[in-house]
Each structure stands twice: as structure tokens, then as C-alpha cells.
């Protein structure tokens, strides 16, 4: 029996699988969420230098996902392979840096625990299938844009453009909505929310969003076709009025301060492609139109 077969026929050590590979992307997202804004940050710099014909900002030592190799942010302490294993590690460090003893922020582990959980979920709700091939870079996408965003109010196209042509490319093998569906999705997700934009502009003069959600919703409807869009967009709205208006409160910001809306869209497009059909099948019984 082949490690496929096997797979396919033991459907819990299959999510036990996906869990433990959950683990590890996740540790990975950790670094991809911290560095890649910074990234990009040094690119416009630097741009902006070319552009104002400026001198070229000072050349610094290498700095991409790959390179150098983590350390401690207070001490510097290079983090050894046995000192970056997702969680275990945490824990047996009790939380803290091996070589200065400084805290670690519980949000490294939470980080990987949550990509393993949510990556196993996928696996339990599709099983065995090219659905959860392709669902899972899909679920640890937007789990590093919705923490991106929130921490810098950010979607980097560098995440969001690559998912919605990968969108296009897994529907025309109809696996999640037909290609037409979904490239009507992708042109219907970017228009609405546009036009909202737009239309908010014009009445108040402010920008209400950001071009980043656009993308984002474009993104998710070229995965689940124009059918999820409703939902996300209702979903989103819903929740994210209500998070948001408990965090004003709880921080006691005004009612003018920028709010991410692009965890909200992660949250709500994820939902309504794992679970749309039902979803909006309970409402219309419920509504009394079946």
C-alpha cells in the first residue's frame, strides 16, 4: 500500500498529517508576517530615492523571507533548530529567550497553533482531495494577510495577486465554481467593493477602504465564483461592525480611526467557501423561500 493509498483510506491520520504541516507553515507565516512588510517598506524606499533622482539609501546586509537566520530582537541570540520547533519549543523555553531570558510574544505559537488547527479543518471537511491541496495554501494565505493587516493595514499583492490567478487556475478544473463563475467573480469582487469606495469618496471626501480590498474580495470570488460574494461581503460587514465598534470601545479610540476590513474579508470568503451552500440554504428555509 502506497503512503497515497494509505492517506486516502485512514482519513484521521491524514488530518493528523495536515496538522503537523499546519505546525510548521505556520512557524513559517510567523517570519512571512514580520518581514515582508519590511520588505516592502525598504522597496518604496527606494523607489521613491530613484523617482526624486535622491541618493540610493544605504545598503544594508541581506533581508528577504530566507535570509539571515532569526534571532532575538533583544539580545540578538541567533535562534538555534531546537529553539524554532512551532510551540514545543515555546513551551519548553517557558516563553522566554534562552540566552537574555526576555519574554516571547505568546502570539509566535498562537500563530502556529491556529495554521495547524485551520489546516486541519480543511483536511476534515474535504478529505483526501485536490479541494484540500488546493484549500490549504488558499487558508494559510489569508491567515498571513489578516494579520498583515491588521498590524499595518496592509494586503500585500506580493500574497493577494498570486492566490487569485492560483483561484482561476484550480476552477478550471471546476473544483471549487466553473471558470466562468469564477472570472466573473474576480471581475464582480473587485467592482463592488470599487465602487463602494468610489461612491464614499464622492459623498464625504474620504477614502473609506483601501485598494487592498478590492483585491481581496476579487481574490475570493475567483475561488468560490460570484455565488460567495454575497455572503462574504454580509458576513464581513456584520462581524467586522461588531469587532470593530468593541475595540473602539475597549481602546477607547474615536469613531474616525482607521479599522483593517481585510481580516473580516479573509474570515468571511474562508466561511463561505467551506460552508456557503448550507449557510445559505439554512436562511432560505429559514425565510421560508424552500
Excluded at 531546537?82 to 531570558?101: H, M, T, Y
Excluded at 483536511?123 to 490549504?136: D, I
Excluded at 495554501?137 to 496592509?154: E, F, N, R, V, Y
Amino acid at each position: 500500500m502506497s503512503i497515497f493509498e494509505f492517506m486516502a483510506s485512514h482519513p484521521l491520520a491524514f488530518v493528523f498529517l495536515v496538522f503537523f504541516i499546519g505546525l510548521l507553515v505556520g512557524s513559517f507565516l510567523n517570519v512571512v508576517v514580520y518581514r515582508l512588510p519590511l520588505m516592502m517598506q525598504a522597496e518604496w524606499r527606494s523607489q521613491a530615492h530613484e523617482f526624486l533622482d535622491l541618493p540610493a539609501p544605504e545598503r544594508r546586509d541581506t533581508f528577504n523571507l530566507i535570509l539571515p537566520n532569526s534571532s532575538c530582537p533583544h539580545c540578538g541570540h541567533e535562534i538555534r533548530p531546537w529553539e524554532n520547533v512551532p510551540v514545543v519549543s515555546w513551551l519548553a523555553l517557558r516563553g522566554r529567550c534562552s540566552a537574555c531570558k526576555a519574554p516571547i510574544s505568546t502570539r509566535y505559537p498562537l500563530v502556529e497553533l491556529a495554521c495547524a488547527l485551520l489546516s486541519a479543518w480543511v483536511a476534515w471537511h474535504f478529505g483526501f482531495t485536490w479541494q484540500t491541496a488546493a484549500m490549504l495554501p488558499l487558508t494559510w494565505g489569508l491567515l498571513a494577510m489578516s494579520l498583515i493587516d491588521a498590524d499595518h493595514q496592509l494586503l500585500p499583492d506580493a500574497l493577494v495577486l498570486p492566490l487569485l490567478w492560483m483561484g482561476l487556475l484550480v476552477n478550471h478544473y471546476q473544483l471549487f465554481a466553473s471558470l466562468d463563475d469564477a472570472l466573473w467573480g474576480a471581475v464582480a469582487g473587485y467592482l463592488i467593493l470599487w465602487s463602494v469606495y468610489w461612491l464614499f469618496k464622492l459623498i464625504t471626501g474620504k477614502e473609506g477602504m483601501g485598494h487592498g480590498d478590492f483585491k481581496l474580495l476579487a481574490m475570493l470570488g475567483a475561488w468560490g465564483g460570484w455565488q460567495v460574494l454575497p455572503l462574504t461581503i454580509l458576513l464581513s460587514s456584520l462581524v467586522g461592525a461588531i469587532i470593530g465598534t468593541l475595540m473602539l470601545r475597549l481602546r477607547e479610540d474615536e469613531f474616525g480611526t482607521p479599522i483593517p476590513f481585510g481580516p473580516y474579508l479573509a474570515i468571511a470568503g474562508w466561511i463561505a467557501l467551506l460552508w456557503g451552500d448550507q449557510i445559505t440554504g439554512t436562511y432560505l428555509q429559514f425565510a421560508g423561500f424552500k
